[in-house]
């Protein structure tokens, strides 16, 4: 395709079709009002006509832009504030699942705790349990090593022998039966 040169900016420019003068919409719209300027004089009664016109034409044009834009900008408050408004009551729902779900966590730690503590407790209680059976257990060591020293004495002073079960027993025991014996 064959380059042209823009009469009116002097760039050089491929045209779209073999009609095309101008290298953009700009060049060609400078170049008419350029035209319409010298052709039409500034102080005659047509031209003063048409400026009047094209002023009226303006403010026509600018009052229809300016209710356009009005409306524009309304129409799009009120979509941005629905969609503001939307995204809210979303958000308030999600945080209200979540607080929810935080709540019962919670409740779940209490309750985990509280278990927690109860189980402390009876394991508090049945280490006292057992200290005192192990206490007692000692006591009845030592109640029954009394008991059957006062068994070799009392067979000791009868001048008698112990019967075989309870030999067998001491000697489990590893109790001495002799007196004068440890």
């Known amino acids: 395709m ?9 760039t050089t420019f491929t045209p779209s079709s073999t009609r095309q003068l101008f290298c953009r ?10 035209n319409y300027r ?3 004089p500034a102080g005659s009664p047509a031209a003063s006509n048409r400026n009047d016109q094209s002023a009226a034409d303006n ?16 129409n799009l408050r009120s979509t941005h504030q629905r969609q503001l408004t939307r995204i809210t009551q979303s958000f308030e729902s999600q945080l209200a699942a979540a607080h929810e779900k935080l709540n019962v966590s919670a409740q779940a730690v209490s309750r985990t705790q509280s278990k ?28 029954m090593r009394h008991l ?32 004068g014996r440890s």
Not at 60 to 70: K, R, S, V, W
Not at 159 to 179: C, H, I, K, P, Y
């Open 38 to 40: 010298h052709t039409t």
């Open 148 to 179: 059957a020293a006062q068994v070799l004495v009392l067979h000791s002073d009868a001048n008698t022998r112990l019967d075989q079960s309870t030999a067998v027993l001491f000697e489990r025991r590893g109790w001495n039966t002799e007196m």
């Open 2 to 10: 064959t380059t042209r040169i823009c009469p009116e900016c002097n």
């Open 59 to 74: 403010r026509e044009a600018m009052a229809a832009l300016t209710a356009l834009y009005e409306a524009t900008i309304r």
């Open 116 to 143: 927690a503590d109860e189980l402390q407790r009876s394991m508090q209680h049945l280490h006292l349990e057992n200290e005192q059976r192990r206490l007692s257990q000692i006591q009845a060591v030592k109640d």
């Open 25 to 34: 919409p700009a060049c060609a719209h400078r170049q008419r009002q350029r």
